[in-house]
């Protein structure tokens, strides 16, 4: 699967930073409406954050500078290398930022349910969750990626 090198994003991207942004200023209006103005200045702060991510036009996928196929069926094994090894720091970074992301949210989370019983939990739960799926999934990339630049080495 190939991305153009345009400054598109994939529509999975633009999804979940959308239901993040949505998330975090429903929180807002929530909290502002309970009275609890910090949490609300705190989850307006996070939309501003994903409303800037998801207007940005970089576009921060891996893009192959090497063209590994050079026919069907034909593959450089050095070409193929340097787009596998491109790949593994591009989602090194996607795991860095989940993990991040997830640690912070599950620490929100236990602090919301100490502290403050509002209905907006779920969307905190739902948020939460998918930045966990997130991190887990980019764990699993790095890891096959890495099996994989590991067998290209052997051969």
């Known amino acids: 699967m190939r991305r153009s090198t345009t400054s598109q994003k994939p529509r999975g991207l633009i999804l979940a930073r ?60 050095a070409a193929a290398r340097a787009e596998l090894a491109e790949m593994l720091a591009y989602y090194r970074r996607l795991e860095k930022g989940w993990k991040n992301i997830a640690i912070a949210g599950w620490v929100v989370t236990g602090l919301m349910v100490g502290f403050f019983r509002t209905p907006f939990i779920l969307i905190i739960f739902v948020l939460v969750g998918y930045a966990t799926y997130a991190f887990l999934r980019c764990r699993k990339a790095v890891s096959l990626i890495e099996g994989t630049v590991g067998r290209a080495g052997q051969t």
């Open 18 to 77: 959308g239901i993040a942004l949505a998330g975090f200023a429903g929180l807002a209006l929530s909290t502002f409406m309970e009275g609890n103005y910090f949490l609300a200045s705190l989850f307006t702060l996070l939309s501003l954050y994903y409303l800037n991510k998801l207007l940005r036009h970089r576009d921060d996928g891996p893009v192959p500078k090497t063209e590994a196929l050079a026919s069907k069926g034909n593959l450089d094994p």
